[in-house]
């Protein structure tokens, strides 16, 4: 069943520019807040505040996986473009976060364990999901035919999101089995607020970058289908 | 009597991935040679110490078992891609999933004919000793197995009909197998250390849940993902 | 140790613009290609809201 192209008419209207500045000033208000009212703590000094970046990048990774898990099922049931196009677009911001989450995550772990990089649970399990997400645009980079991109993406997308939690609880019993957790995953009380403000700020950025690259698929894959009409109509 | 049909499908499938891969018998045997290689230079790599190698022996055999497994699992969908039989298989009558159910029991045969003969190697060049609860690490080597070729011949399916197959099956397999991984190679140094802290039996839970999940999702996703 | 703490801290809320700027200008020069693209395919066939 061939999937339905959108008509010239469906062509996107442009993501608001208001928007992203209102996304990213709440992210610079919230990053101000929790650095300037979150205390020292002991000899780590400031190093918490890291976390006011590296948690809610991770918090992001996750739920943009779950936007990639939610479309590209729907894209199986309803076989729309849009649906792939919209997963598609939640797995190139999500590979960013994540990306950003594991150098975040190196960054603290350097002064707090002294070494770049540990086998630590969340740290090995973010870095296992990365390779997931970048097996999903590898293929679809791989894979020329729109509609068959489509579905195998989608296939793809779902089966790597299924494994998330799977991959999250084998690494960290792999961890804990033989040495306690040794990252401090419960933050002081003192921190929640800034954590969360700061959270929702990043938040508004990745819906705006989501949007946004959804957008931009849009009107790439309408300017294909034009071509493509071009092809058929020029014989 | 459906089922009857579709199960003669199945055997079918199988039958012929198999005839097709023991009279190109160059092909299992290639494979197999692979495995046991691959065990070598990791036995030269990590070794000579024999305590460090008894220690590696459980994680060389599983790696050694899914590097090689890569190329069966793409081997198993050439001969069709090769004369473009996948389209006329497509066009027979008859329910999709068994073309999968096929292609999954042709695999199975052929990795766990591989991997006896790597964890014999394994045994021997390793310096492993067997333990008196040894059926234990059979079933934790059959759950660990059943999971790779689910997971494998389903992505197989797709990247074997793309542009870069070689790397491709190995991007997206190989974090997927991360749980069976770790499960497969934790129970089984569990066991054979004598699982004082009877770790293995959670981990084999794990990997029978995989399994069983799994098994539904790729079924349901192949049904997507075969159309030519 | 706190001292040297802060290197690591400016560098992390570094890392974190640098890619969230990097990410907003990729997107911003790719928009404007693909609608220059469309434009020059189906020249004024389209609607924007």
């Not at chain 1, 960290?172 to 002081?188: F, K, N, Y």
């Not at chain 3, 969230?20 to 389209?46: F, K, Q, S």
Request: glycine share 8%; net charge positive; aromatic share 12%.
């Amino acid at each position: 069943m061939p999937a339905t192209p959108p008509s010239p008419h469906s062509y996107p209207p442009r993501t608001s520019v208001w928007f992203a500045f209102v996304s990213f000033g709440a992210v610079i208000a919230a990053q101000t807040h929790a650095i300037l009212t979150s205390p020292a703590e002991g000899d780590m000094g400031h190093l918490q505040k890291i976390m006011y970046v590296h948690v809610p990048a991770a918090w992001m990774t996750f739920l943009a996986f779950f936007v990639v898990l939610v479309f590209s099922a729907r894209y199986l049931w309803k076989r729309n473009e849009n649906d792939d196009l919209l997963a598609a677009s939640a797995a190139e911001v999500g590979a960013l976060f994540n990306g950003l989450t594991l150098m975040l995550g190196m960054i603290w772990g350097r002064p707090a364990w002294g070494v770049w990089w540990v086998w630590d649970a969340r740290l090995t399990s973010t870095l296992v999901l990365f390779l997931i997400f970048v097996g999903y645009l590898a293929l679809r980079a791989f894979v020329d035919d729109a509609e068959q991109k489509a579905r195998w993406s989608a296939a793809v997308g779902a089966i790597g999101a299924i494994n998330v939690p799977i991959v999250y609880m084998s690494v960290t019993w792999w961890r804990t089995l033989h040495q306690p957790p040794s990252s401090p995953a419960t933050l002081d009380p003192a921190y929640t607020m800034g954590l969360r403000l700061n959270a929702i700020a990043l938040l508004l950025v990745m819906i705006h970058f989501i949007r946004k690259r959804y957008e931009i698929a849009r009107v790439e894959r309408a300017a294909e289908h034009v071509a493509e009409a071009a092809a058929m109509g020029g014989r | 009597m459906a089922w009857r049909d579709d199960w003669r499908r199945v055997r079918a499938i199988a039958r012929k991935d198999l005839t097709t891969e023991l009279r190109a018998k160059v092909g299992f045997n290639s494979v197999v040679a692979l495995g046991v290689t691959i065990l070598i230079l990791l036995g030269l790599a990590l070794g000579p110490d024999a305590q460090a190698l008894r220690n590696a022996a459980v994680g060389a055999v599983w790696l050694a078992t899914l590097f090689s497994g890569v190329l069966a699992f793409n081997r198993s969908f050439q001969v069709e891609i090769e004369t473009g039989a996948l389209e006329q298989l497509l066009q027979y009558p008859g329910p999709r999933w068994t073309i999968f159910a096929g292609k999954l029991l042709g695999n199975l045969l052929f990795v766990t004919l591989m991997v006896a003969i790597v964890v014999a190697a394994g045994i021997v060049l390793f310096g492993v000793r067997i333990p008196a609860g040894w059926p234990a690490l059979l079933g934790v080597l059959a759950l660990g197995i059943v999971g790779l070729v689910l997971l494998g011949t389903f992505y197989a399916s797709m990247a074997s009909r793309s542009r870069a197959r070689e790397v491709l099956l190995p991007l997206l397999l190989f974090p997927m197998l991360v749980p069976v991984l770790l499960a497969a190679t934790t129970a089984s140094k569990a066991l054979l250390g004598a699982d004082l802290m009877h770790e293995a039996g959670a981990w084999i839970r794990l990997l029978a849940v995989y399994d069983v999940v799994f098994f539904i999702a790729t079924f349901i996703a192949f049904e997507h993902v075969i159309e030519a | 140790m706190i001292e040297s703490n802060q290197t690591f801290i400016i560098a992390a809320y570094a890392v974190t613009w640098g890619a969230m700027l990097a990410y907003l200008v990729y997107l911003l020069r790719r928009g404007r290609r693909a609608r220059a693209e469309y434009e020059r395919m189906a020249p004024g066939d389209r609607n924007t809201a």
